[in-house]
């Protein structure tokens, strides 16, 4: 009787850490599902104010965790990072091609540093939102 019981608890012990990942799994697709489609940015700010160019869309694209988009010189694409209570778009890779025109390079480089500070996603009709410390991105439905 005494090995049953031991034998339950031992496969309980090991099933908890498979049960709380898949938990947490199921999070990070809820967290994930505000950001689903395609969107074109139509305002973007940081702490040194507004920044937006409509001669050059920004675009970004989420399909289940895996985000991409366009910015003014080059394309970029990674991973939502769900966790307790938040989002983010966490890491993610670009191409390397130089911006002709300077602006466009600092555009650029504010858009991803902002992408980097995302926490949050809220969705309303037809646009999506997303807020950091100090950022605010707003797109509209492509």
Same mark, same amino acid.
């Given at each position: 009787?005494?090995?049953?019981?031991?034998?339950?608890?031992?496969?309980?012990?090991?099933?908890?850490?498979?049960? %709380?990942?898949?938990?947490?799994? @199921?999070?990070?697709?809820?967290?994930?599902? +505000?950001?689903?489609?395609?969107?074109?940015?139509?305002?973007?700010?940081?702490?040194?104010?507004?920044?937006?160019?409509?001669?050059? +869309?920004?675009?970004? /694209?989420? /399909?289940?965790?895996?985000?991409?988009?366009?910015? +003014?010189?080059?394309?970029?694409?990674?991973?939502?990072?769900?966790?307790? @209570?938040?989002?983010?778009? @966490?890491?993610?890779?670009?191409?390397?091609?130089?911006?002709?025109? +300077?602006?466009?390079?600092?555009?650029?480089?504010?858009?991803?540093?902002?992408?980097?500070?995302? /926490?949050?996603?809220?969705?309303?009709?037809?646009?999506?939102? %997303?807020?950091?410390?100090?950022? /605010?991105?707003?797109?509209?439905?492509?």
């Amino acid at each position: 009787m005494m090995t049953t019981i031991r034998r339950r608890r031992r496969a309980l012990a090991l099933l908890a850490p498979l049960a %709380l990942v898949a938990l947490l799994a @199921g999070c990070a697709d809820t967290a994930a599902e +505000p950001l689903q489609g395609a969107w074109v940015l139509t305002s973007g700010a940081d702490a040194r104010g507004a920044f937006i160019d409509a001669a050059s +869309p920004i675009t970004l /694209e989420v /399909e289940g965790r895996d985000f991409s988009g366009r910015s +003014p010189c080059n394309s970029y694409s990674g991973t939502l990072d769900a966790s307790a @209570g938040g989002l983010g778009l @966490g890491s993610f890779a670009t191409t390397e091609a130089a911006c002709a025109d +300077p602006e466009q390079m600092e555009l650029e480089g504010r858009y991803y540093a902002a992408l980097g500070e995302v /926490e949050r996603a809220e969705r309303t009709a037809g646009e999506l939102v %997303l807020t950091g410390p100090g950022v /605010e991105l707003v797109f509209a439905a492509d």
